[in-house]
């Protein structure tokens, strides 16, 4: 920890603190052997609970089962490390027992193939959340980069049903602006947003970043919104720091409390990696720019020196999720 | 319980007891409507945990997993008589509460596609035992009905391997001789032949002889005697006396701590699916043990003498005990 090259008093918060990333892309991508080593980067550098993304909406459900099956035997093999959690307790006891905590989603329903009964089965192997559209149209509604902007289908709509019956969290990132309202609206209870920044601080001219009404909308839901640390969506190229995702932290918090905030930084393990967005080339760039796990000490540091509270700093850490997550969770 | 037409001590023993069916085959044929009301047939007539059959051979991964999804989401939606269990303690606690214990089974390994890690992921969503082949030739070994019996594959003993580390019995009913006398050498721990009678008692290719049922009680296991007439005995002559005689071979072989239930009920018995392997096995109506009769097979264990302890082993506290044993 004394690498970390922040103050001690930062340091000892950050080491003592819940902190949980909602979205680690998981999949095998660019130089997949960095997938491995990327999470034991997360731990080092504080983190203690890490949300998998396992599939996304281009795969299907035979695949996407398989992906479960093989990451699955892969934590079981080094359980001396990991922890694949059911439950809240087996986070904190991961915390207690120095190891860190794995957790799964996909971005995108497709993995459902249109079978209800499919998300209990998923909940069951440890899927936890799903963005409801993942950038393109899907049979649940419009993604964030599609042309059109329809609104929730009526599957998603029995999707979202299900997917709360069974205390999986409702997640609308990635998703079209009306069809992410739609689910605020029919809900009836906490709908997250996995990780998205905020639209008003950084437009990266389209709609991956999130309005005020969808921040709003989330918190009043009882949610939570989680900043990212992909370049791009923070800032503008060449001023990536610290401050600048703050800048989101500090925009959400102001306007719906820190409560409602919490970290998801979609750390990309390969920055090399090259798939081309061809909706946005502004994600294009190669290397990518992101904040590295290595500098999330800074981040606690830069909200002590802001002024936020202890409780809030440990909220938007991890505590937020943690308290959704006892929620929800069955 | 009055109208189980048997001695009221016979009565007392059947409803204390806990009773429970190895394989009930659950998937859709003839009139699926009907195999609900057989598992309310099930617990009207003392079983308390059955173990269903959710896929096999001729299912491939996709359709065996959406599958169980279906079958979870029945019995969820019938919570107020059913439990999914995870546990041995998941059955005694549904007995407590009088609702009907269901597990889950594939008589067959297709559904795993030679894919390992699987096997776990299968283990989770309730599969606790599976057949190594379902009559015929899989990847792992030769069926009973096969023409060729060339033993256990490679990858058949790398699944067995799999199996054991996860929980899941091994299970080899409807599997070549070879091949089983192979899983019995290879497992290196307990082997169950879920549903089988004995050749001996008579000769069918579906049946067992006397060299299975010793390996697998050497192994630790438990072999489930099976109520399908054509298996138990020569047309005409059913009755639960003429199973009972399938139990006593085999308590008298290897001990009556290695036998157990799993009729095999077929709950359409008007169902017409011909076996192209043996003509004669499948005559419609089917003869068979009907969950009705079987308060009759504990009055018949009584009357000939099997002792209390002898009785509840084999009504289902044998395969309790190895479920305590090996299920994680």
Not at chain 1, 113 to 120: L, P, S
Not at chain 1, 153 to 160: D, E, K, Q
Not at chain 2, 287 to 295: A, C, G, H, S
């Amino acid at each position: 920890m004394s690498d970390w090259n922040v103050s001690e008093e930062a340091a000892a918060l950050h080491a003592d603190a819940l902190v949980w990333d909602m979205t680690f892309p998981f999949r095998d991508f660019g130089t997949v052997e960095l997938k491995w080593s990327a999470l034991e980067r997360m731990q080092a550098s504080g983190f203690n609970m890490v949300s998998l993304t396992l599939a996304i909406d281009y795969n299907g459900l035979a695949d996407t089962i398989q992906t479960i099956a093989r990451e699955l035997a892969w934590f079981r093999r080094h359980s001396d490390k990991y922890v694949v959690v059911e439950s809240v307790d087996d986070i904190l006891r991961a915390k207690k027992a120095g190891k860190l905590a794995v957790g799964f989603h996909f971005q995108g329903t497709n993995p459902v193939a249109q079978d209800i009964n499919m998300v209990e089965l998923y909940y069951r192997l440890g899927i936890r959340h799903m963005l409801m559209c993942y950038n393109l149209k899907n049979a649940v509604g419009d993604g964030c980069q599609e042309v059109t902007d329809a609104g929730l289908s009526r599957y998603g709509r029995s999707l979202v049903t299900e997917m709360r019956r069974v205390g999986m969290f409702v997640d609308v990132a990635h998703t079209g602006h009306r069809t992410a309202m739609d689910v605020f609206e029919l809900a009836e209870g906490p709908v997250i947003i996995s990780h998205a920044n905020a639209r008003a601080v950084r437009d990266p001219g389209d709609s991956r970043n999130v309005p005020d009404e969808q921040i709003k909308a989330c918190a009043a839901s009882g949610g939570v919104i989680g900043v990212i640390g992909f370049g791009p969506n923070v800032s503008e190229k060449g001023k990536l720091s610290t401050k600048a995702l703050l800048r989101h932290i500090d925009y959400m918090a102001e306007l719906v409390g820190p409560q409602h905030v919490g970290i998801a930084l979609d750390y990309v393990y390969d920055n090399e990696y090259n798939r081309p967005n061809p909706w946005n080339p502004i994600y294009n760039t190669r290397p990518i720019e992101q904040i590295e796990p290595e500098v999330m000490p800074q981040l606690t540091q830069d909200m002590m020196d802001a002024g936020y509270s202890e409780t809030d700093i440990r909220g938007i850490l991890g505590e937020n999720w943690l308290r959704l997550a006892k929620q929800l969770w069955r | 319980m009055s109208d189980w037409n048997v001695s009221e001590e016979a009565v007392a023993l059947h409803a204390d007891s806990l009773v429970w069916d190895m394989t009930f085959p659950y998937i859709d044929y003839g009139n699926a409507a009907l195999k609900w009301s057989a598992l309310e047939r099930m617990q009207a007539n003392g079983f308390n945990m059955v173990s269903l059959t959710v896929g096999g051979d001729k299912t491939p991964m996709i359709e065996a997993i959406q599958s169980v999804a279906r079958e979870r989401a029945w019995f969820r939606a019938n919570d107020d008589k059913y439990v999914v269990v995870d546990s041995a303690d998941d059955i005694l606690r549904a007995k407590r509460e009088s609702k009907l214990a269901v597990g889950f089974h594939f008589q067959g390994t297709n559904p795993v596609s030679q894919d390992l890690n699987m096997v776990d992921t299968y283990y989770r969503l309730g599969i606790r035992h599976m057949l190594m082949c379902y009559n015929l030739k899989n990847a792992v070994g030769d069926g009973c009905q096969e023409v060729t019996d060339g033993g256990l594959s490679r990858y058949g003993r790398n699944l067995i391997v799999e199996m054991r580390r996860a929980g899941m019995f091994v299970d080899v009913a409807h599997t070549g001789h070879r091949t089983a006398m192979d899983v019995f050498e290879a497992a290196e721990g307990t082997v169950i032949i879920s549903h089988a009678n004995s050749r001996v008692v008579k000769d069918h290719s579906r049946n067992v002889p006397d060299e299975q049922i010793k390996a697998c009680a050497a192994s630790g296991g438990v072999i489930g005697v099976v109520g399908f007439g054509p298996v138990v005995c020569d047309k005409g002559e059913l009755s639960t006396k003429a199973l009972f005689r399938h139990i006593d071979h085999m308590a008298e072989l290897v001990g009556p701590q290695h036998v157990g239930l799993a009729l095999d009920y077929v709950y359409d018995n008007e169902y017409n699916n011909p076996g192209p392997f043996n003509p004669e096995y499948h005559p419609r109506p089917i003869e068979q043990i009907e969950p009705e009769d079987l308060p009759r097979l504990t009055q018949d264990m009584m009357e000939a003498g099997y002792s209390e302890t002898d009785i509840r082993g084999i009504l289902g506290e044998n395969w309790l005990r190895l479920a305590q044993q090996l299920w994680k």
